[in-house]
């Protein structure tokens, strides 16, 4: 009611213009790019020019809308909609509404990435412009109490998530939001770290044995314990570009977990040693790396075509061409205590048919009790073969190994090798008896065939070595260990075998010298015998792998025949020479192992 011309009565205030009704069932496309109200009851009221919708009850997917108002300040000109409301319902319809065109651009990567179970409380307050150059502002409250949200990507789920996630134009946000992942407690923050970034951080004290369970490709088998993982996943927003990747970053300074690697990789659980792992997710053409103990670095491309990985300290260079490349420097590597680590872990590469090209130097190689310095191996595999060299002052030689170890012998082909045992030392003492299922399981090895042309050890001249070691059904059967045209002659065979839940060791063959006394004097102690032509015979068998041989579990025969020749030292180290015919010496010589001899005091 009020005078024609004054309507809608908004200039002047004398009249009244006002529409009010009811709907039910009713479907509200309120505006492009959200989605829409469906089933909607509400109050509907038109006064002047403005409009105002209560709503009692409403759809949006599967969640329901309630304690919803809208207000619209001016109809013409059209002006700003505000909506306030509250949404209760799953969890999934909450990120579903974040991939709409209305908020596609500033969080639909994060919506193409998460799936959610459980309930959830959504309370908005958003403007929405009706006319260009409007400014759209949004408020927005998240309550989460037990709902589960899923990377189904990358399999990684965080149950029992409770606490409020905030959230406007610029981003999430969210402080201590507890849940359970990896079977243990952690902390959640949500946050905008700029160029349209957002940050989601998880915190909380994990276990190796579930990270293993979680990541059944990793080979964590040298690792125990638990420590404090820090995990963030940076989701871009469309507006940033799609090159701009996902990135998935995990840092640790590993405190509380041992690894049982040898030096410079392993450490107690109480050290310290810090981890960090960046990496792209998706489809993401990004590079990811890995930095540890600021001993190893490694650059992979997002398919894992393309890996570097550097040892000693410096950073890692990724490679344009496909493969993996591992290059570096290290102090010291005990092939002993790599050995043994390495037996816990999944070797077998035979599916992987990317190119390796290893490049590794080190000051000083251990094997037991020998060592070898300033050592350059590099080595390359192809579809089918390894292949490299070795170099150092005291050998030199190259090698060829099928990818799958089983299916040929590997071939070593040495120029040269001189051992070098150290003079003098304290009397060795006697080593506990090994158990006979000790060791590496015969069965499990490649065969070998080892060529070596000019082996020395110390001044001694062994001559030409070489061995063939083929693969049996219960074992490995030595066919050939052998010396000629040195100082001693060796013809022997042997056999490693599986018996029952152990191992045994049979061994048989012939040593011989010209001259005993030349003999021992280049091995590297005193003369003490003149000429002496020697020849042994002898077939043992003891349980356990071949460098396990004990005087207490030996069994089987030697003979020994000493020719013409004279002692010319009758002095307290003229008891060495009784050392070489006693048991434990006798052992440590088929194990290459002097060290006896060069010690103090009696053998």
Do not use: C
């Not at 307050?125 to 949004?138: Q, T, V």
């Not at 992942?181 to 940050?199: E, Q």
């Not at 043992?540 to 010319?568: K, M």
């Amino acid at each position: 009611h009020g005078p024609l011309d004054g309507f809608p009565f908004e200039q002047h205030r004398d009249g009244v213009f006002q529409v009010h009704f009811e709907t039910e069932d009713l479907v509200l496309d309120y505006a492009p790019g959200w989605p829409p109200l469906e089933q909607l009851s509400a109050r509907v009221k038109f006064h002047g020019n403005q409009l105002d919708v209560e709503a009692q009850s409403a759809k949006i997917y599967d969640s329901d809308v309630t304690e919803t108002t809208a207000h619209l300040a001016s109809l013409k000109p059209a002006g700003t909609l505000r909506v306030r409301g509250r949404i209760v319902g799953p969890l999934q319809d909450k990120i579903r509404v974040l991939s709409e065109k209305a908020l596609r651009d500033r969080f639909g990567k994060i919506a193409a990435v998460m799936r959610a179970k459980g309930g959830s409380v959504l309370t908005l307050d958003f403007s929405l412009p009706l006319r260009k150059n409007g400014r759209r502002a949004l408020n927005g409250k998240l309550d989460l109490n037990g709902a589960r949200l899923t990377l189904p990507d990358w399999d990684f789920t965080v149950r029992d998530l409770k606490g409020r996630i905030g959230f406007d134009l610029q981003g999430l946000n969210a402080t201590g939001i507890s849940g359970r992942t990896l079977n243990a407690p952690v902390k959640i923050d949500v946050l905008p770290v700029g160029d349209g970034i957002t940050r989601i951080r998880s915190v909380g004290q994990l276990a190796v044995k579930d990270i293993a369970a979680q990541l059944p490709g990793l080979p964590l088998n040298f690792a125990d314990g638990a420590a404090r993982f820090q995990f963030d996943v940076d989701l871009p927003s469309s507006q940033t570009g799609p090159e701009t990747p996902i990135v998935l970053a995990v840092d640790s300074d590993l405190r509380g977990i041992d690894i049982r690697l040898p030096p410079p990789l392993g450490k107690a659980a109480a050290q310290e040693r810090p981890l960090s792992i960046r990496m792209p997710l998706g489809r993401a053409t990004a590079r990811g790396s890995l930095d540890y103990a600021r001993q190893l670095s490694s650059k992979f491309s997002a398919d894992g075509e393309r890996v570097a990985v550097q040892l000693g300290g410096k950073a890692a260079e990724l490679a344009s061409k496909p493969g993996v490349y591992i290059d570096g420097r290290l102090p010291e590597i005990d092939i002993t205590a790599w050995s043994k680590a390495l037996q816990s872990l999944p070797l077998d590469n035979a599916g992987d048919a990317r190119p390796v090209t290893i490049d590794l130097r080190t000051d000083r190689l251990v094997v037991d009790t020998l060592e070898m310095t300033e050592l350059h191996f590099n080595a390359t595999r192809s579809e089918r073969q390894w292949q490299g060299t070795v170099e150092a002052p005291n050998m030199a030689g190259r090698f060829a190994a099928p990818s799958t170890l089983r299916e040929q012998p590997i071939e070593i082909e040495l120029e040269r090798l001189k051992l070098s045992f150290p003079v003098g030392g304290e009397e060795l003492e006697l080593t506990p008896i090994p158990g006979d299922s000790d060791g590496p399981d015969p069965t499990d090895l490649p065969g070998l065939v080892l060529d070596i042309a000019d082996f020395q050890i110390n001044d001694a001249q062994m001559g030409r070595l070489q061995l063939n070691a083929q693969r049996a059904p219960d074992g490995l059967r030595v066919t050939q260990l052998s010396l000629r045209g040195g100082q001693v002659a060796l013809d022997s065979a042997g056999h490693w075998s599986r018996i029952g839940a152990g191992f045994q060791t049979a061994w048989g063959g012939s040593v011989s010298t010209k001259n005993l006394g030349d003999l021992l004097v280049n091995l590297g102690y005193s003369r003490q015998v003149e000429q002496a032509a020697s020849d042994i015979g002898f077939l043992f068998r003891w349980p356990g792998a071949p460098a396990q041989a004990h005087r207490q579990t030996l069994e089987g025969e030697a003979t020994l025949d000493i020719g013409a020749g004279r002692i010319v030292e009758l002095d307290p180290g003229a008891t060495r020479l009784v050392g070489l015919l006693n048991l434990n010496a006798l052992l440590r010589r088929l194990r290459l192992d002097f060290r006896d001899l060069f010690s103090k005091g009696y053998s």
